[in-house]
């Protein structure tokens, strides 16, 4: 059998499980390049006579193998392949990377194709000969998907895997190559050290002769995109725990920008504004991949005003993050091209292409000020709100909590689950609890509860024609909405799939305010001679105060939208439909908590999905027709633009 482009990840997989002893122990670009060295040169990488399961190797030494696996291995690849096949091996030698190590430290390969589009933008920005014109360095290497098809005058390529540069060897040999570690090596506090690039000079002292002349320069790159928060297992590395901490992410937690420092790319970016600000260069060019994020999110706000004082805008492009092999298809990649200056402007035109690398549309991308989004709208009511220690309940779910010591604002009514307020996180970081949820939320009290719920309306609304495109894009402080809008969406924030109200019974009670049928209803129903519930019938009685939305819903009844009155009337008849069922689940299911009167949608749908299928279904579509109505409301009252 030969090796194919099609077939080299497969015999790479069956390379490390099957022939290796103990692979762990090695780096993984090495596994790499003992895998390629193989293929490409097997008279160089031989069995030690006299001991089959030691292969010695001329770059990598003396490596453990099992001879029996290894002969039945190399029986396939004893082929003598022709340089072109070795060159194609090599090009996408990075997916075996890839699929071990580079995605837990947020390396991407980057497709030839994309590579090649994002030269052609590069010469449009800076001219056909900006190889010959400019001195170019890509500090992120790895075996030089970005310049190995072209020549260059004056290019500096430096990886952090020396291994990288063994198999890269035949590639952009006019170069100056060689290993540095851009986020540790000669990196210095301005304010305790005078920045010397003590490592730099020595390897390279034409990169630093460069900076020192003020030589026109353009940084290329694919930097890494992970953070420390995301941990994956991979062979002989430390996974993603401790990636990000690296001295510009110590510099950059110094200078209060810790959120943004957890992101690989963004402690690149912040490097190159040091080296930046070091020389005084005046023109510095910046071209390279990423998340869009950096343009576009709150939370990267601090350092966005730090890059954009050094760099202005040119031109972007996004594609799916899916053309970067075995990726999440939920994000847009952005090149980018920013050169020295100043950036005033808060939103950037860049265009969208597709798989086949044609034009789709344009896409503007744009950042707000924190008191511009929809999530301080809904908090700026709480900043003077008077708080008290007092226990309370933290929730981790629907059902689950506990009690703690909690510094409470007066007034409250539950909390939305609140992460991020970009449309990132609709799905799993929205969400609305009768306590405060333990991760990342805003307290609902009498004051913001209107905001709360038909901010969560619209972040769900959303999900309708949310994509990897617009994934990031932010919600504005919005304006002049209807009051009935603003009923309606307490409607909608009932019997959402993320409306997680629940009311709970132990040995401490946690009441539902968002229960919108009265006491005397329930009180009613357990009280049936044909299904009584004395348990809930209790229940009524200790707690018989009606709950808040009740209430509210009673107060503004005639406000209420056709559709949401015919969502609240079918919830509520399902509410009685159930009930008898709801008496016999109690004994089996106790830490439902269906003894209590106030239980919420949540809780209730839990009954249904046990007894009442069809029924949940036709209510889930009359939700959806709503849904599909209350959606309107996003671009209406100006959340998104």
């Known amino acids: 059998m030969t090796i194919t482009e099609l077939t080299l990840n497969r015999f790479f997989t069956d390379f490390i499980e099957n022939v290796l002893i103990k692979p762990e122990q090695y780096d993984a670009n090495d596994l790499k390049g003992i895998f390629i060295d193989l293929i490409n040169k097997p008279n160089e990488n031989i069995i030690l006579e006299g001991n089959t399961n030691i292969l010695i190797t001329k770059n990598f030494g003396s490596v453990k193998v099992n001879g029996i696996k290894f002969k039945e291995f190399f029986s396939y690849v004893h082929d003598i392949y022709p340089l072109y096949d070795q060159n194609k091996f090599l090009e996408i030698c990075d997916r075996l990377i890839e699929d071990y190590t580079r995605r837990s430290q947020g390396e991407f390969y980057t497709p030839t194709p994309w590579a090649n589009y994002a030269h052609r933008m590069i010469e449009k920005e800076f001219g056909d000969n900006w190889r010959e014109k400019y001195v170019v360095w890509d500090p992120a290497w790895g075996t030089g998907n970005l310049t190995r098809d072209y020549k260059f005058k004056e290019l500096y390529c ?31 506090d301005p304010d305790v050290e005078v920045f010397e690039a003590y490592k730099l000079k020595l390897v390279v002292p034409g990169l630093v002769k460069a900076f020192e002349e003020n030589k026109p320069i353009i940084i290329f790159i694919n930097p890494p995109y992970g953070t420390s928060a995301n941990t994956l297992i991979n062979l002989g590395s430390k996974g993603k725990k401790d990636i990000s901490l690296t001295k510009i992410n110590k510099l950059m937690t110094k200078y209060k920008l810790s959120t943004a420092s957890s992101q690989l790319y963004i402690q690149f970016l912040y490097r190159i504004i040091n080296i930046k600000r070091k020389y005084k ?32 805008f040119k031109t972007g492009m996004i594609f799916n993050s899916a053309n970067f092999s075995s990726v999440s298809s939920w994000w847009p990649v952005l090149f980018s091209i920013f050169s020295s200056g ?19 549309s344009n896409k503007v991308l744009y950042f707000l000020k924190k008191s511009n989004t929809a999530t301080h709208w809904v908090k700026e009511l709480l900043i003077n709100q008077h708080r008290e220690n007092k226990k309370s309940y933290l929730f981790y779910g629907p059902l689950k909590y506990e009690e703690k010591e909690i510094r409470v604002v007066n007034n409250f009514l539950g909390s939305m689950h609140i992460n991020y307020n970009s449309m ?7 969400g609305l609890y009768s306590g405060l949820f333990a991760h990342g939320n ?47 969406c307490i409607v909608y924030s009932l019997f959402n799939n993320n409306s997680f109200q629940s009311s709970i019974r132990s040995n401490r009670n946690i009441e539902n305010q968002f229960f919108w049928l009265p006491n005397k209803v329930i009180q009613d129903l357990a ?34 939208s056709s559709d949401a009155l015919e969502v609240l009337k ?16 109690y004994d089996l299911y106790p830490d439902w908590y269906l003894n209590a009167w106030d239980a ?5 749908k839990l009954v249904l999905k046990e007894t009442m299928k069809k029924e949940l279904n036709e209510f889930r579509d009359l939700y959806k027709k709503f849904e599909n109505r209350m959606k309107e409301g996003i671009y209406k009252f100006g959340f998104l633009k």
Request: proline share 2%; aromatic share 18%.
């Open 158 to 188: 430096s990886t952090l895997n020396e291994s990288d540069l063994k198999i890269g060897e035949g590639f952009n040999q006019e170069a100056a190559k060689f290993q540095y570690d851009f986020l540790n090596d000669d990196v210095h």
């Open 281 to 312: 260069l005046t023109n510095i060019n910046i071209c390279f991949f990423s998340k869009t994020s950096f343009l576009s999110t709150t939370s990267f706000n601090e350092f966005r005003n730090i890059f954009l004082e050094n760099f202005e």
């Open 342 to 360: 100043i950036e005033k402007r808060s939103e950037f035109n860049v265009f969208e292409i597709d798989n086949n690398l044609n034009f789709v």
């Open 424 to 430: 990132r996180g609709n799905e799993q970081f929205t």
């Open 442 to 488: 805003s307290e609902i009290t009498l004051d913001n509860f209107y905001r709360i719920l038909s901010l969560f309306t619209i972040k769900r609304c959303s999900m309708l024609f949310q994509t990897w495109i617009n994934d990031n894009d932010e919600y504005f402080y919005p304006h002049n909405i209807d009051e009935s809008y603003f009923i309606d």
């Open 527 to 560: 009280n049936n001679v044909n299904h009584p519930f004395p348990e809930l019938y209790q229940d009524t009685k200790i707690f018989n105060k009606e709950r808040f939305v009740y209430l509210e819903l009673q107060k503004n009844a005639s406000q209420l």
């Open 570 to 585: 079918m919830a509520s008849e399902l509410v009685v439909k159930s009930f008898p069922e709801r008496v016999r689940l």
């Open 600 to 604: 919420g949608w949540y809780q209730t």
